[in-house]
């Protein structure tokens, strides 16, 4: 079985200021991780993924995240938040490794708000 | 396509009726899954076609959703007696080859009043 906590339902940081969203997962497989964002009446986008290969992964836009396998997070980071991160990000994972993809969990979601 | 195409994009039935949602993959992507996100909830994996094995109908919440995907490619998510708890953005994402993730459409918004 697999899950995943995203630990902040909310987070809120000035443009500028650097941007944390924490993730917690489990998994009874070397997981693969994922994390999308969500903008407002628009489709899901894959920010980054991490598929056992290095465990800092960067992704689109300035943003990413760091395997860590004795803490079981993959934290998503950005040094410097743009209002147009104002988004919701999923945490994800999936029971396949590599470049085969299983089923999919996702975490509860953050809402991220960029304040002037 | 160049994207996951859902149709239609929103959609208001009464309780009780049936609702067709449907979804365009990437041309070429073997696999495709349907996932739902209700209010205030995480994405809820519905059902997942890979090539021309059997689906994994594992996240159907009951028997009253049903999907098939026709040669291959386009796929339709059927709900029968729709009920209100079954209001809720409906994911569609397909994916290919050389580990770039999944692609999503942009969703069915229903509303069953």
């Known amino acids: 079985a697999q899950s995943v906590t995203q630990l902040d339902s909310h987070v809120s940081v000035s443009e500028g200021t650097p941007v944390l969203l924490r993730c917690n997962y489990s998994?009874?497989?070397?997981?693969?991780l994922f994390w999308y964002v969500q903008h407002p009446n628009k489709g899901l986008q894959l920010l980054l993924k991490?598929?056992?290969?290095?465990?800092l992964v960067k992704g689109i836009n300035g943003f990413e995240a760091e395997f860590k396998k004795s803490e079981t997070s993959f934290h998503l980071t950005k040094p410097s938040a743009h209002m147009s991160d104002a988004a919701e990000y999923f945490c994800?994972?999936?029971?396949?490794?590599?470049?085969?993809?299983?089923?999919?969990?996702f975490g509860q979601g953050t809402i991220l708000t960029v304040h002037p | 396509g160049a994207g996951v195409s859902q149709s239609p994009s929103n959609k208001v039935t009464e309780k009780g009726k049936d609702v067709e949602l449907r979804c365009d993959p990437i041309?070429?992507?073997?696999?495709l899954y349907w996932y739902r996100q209700s209010l205030g909830q995480g994405l809820e994996f519905l059902i997942y076609?890979?090539?021309?094995?059997?689906?994994?109908k594992s996240g159907l919440p009951s028997d009253r959703f049903s999907a098939e995907r026709t040669g291959g490619s386009v796929s339709t998510l059927t709900i029968q007696r729709t009920q209100q708890e079954d209001s809720a953005v409906y994911l569609c994402?397909?994916?290919?080859?050389?580990?770039?993730?999944?692609?999503f459409g942009s969703g069915t918004r229903l509303t069953v009043v």
């Open positions: 994800v994972v999936s029971d396949a490794g590599g470049t085969s993809y299983g089923k999919l969990t």
């Open positions: 998994s009874s497989y070397s997981p693969s």
């Open positions: 991490y598929t056992s290969a290095a465990t």
């Open positions: 041309s070429g992507h073997t696999a």
């Open positions: 076609f890979q090539g021309n094995s059997a689906p994994d």
């Open positions: 994402a397909s994916i290919g080859t050389g580990g770039r993730g999944y692609t």
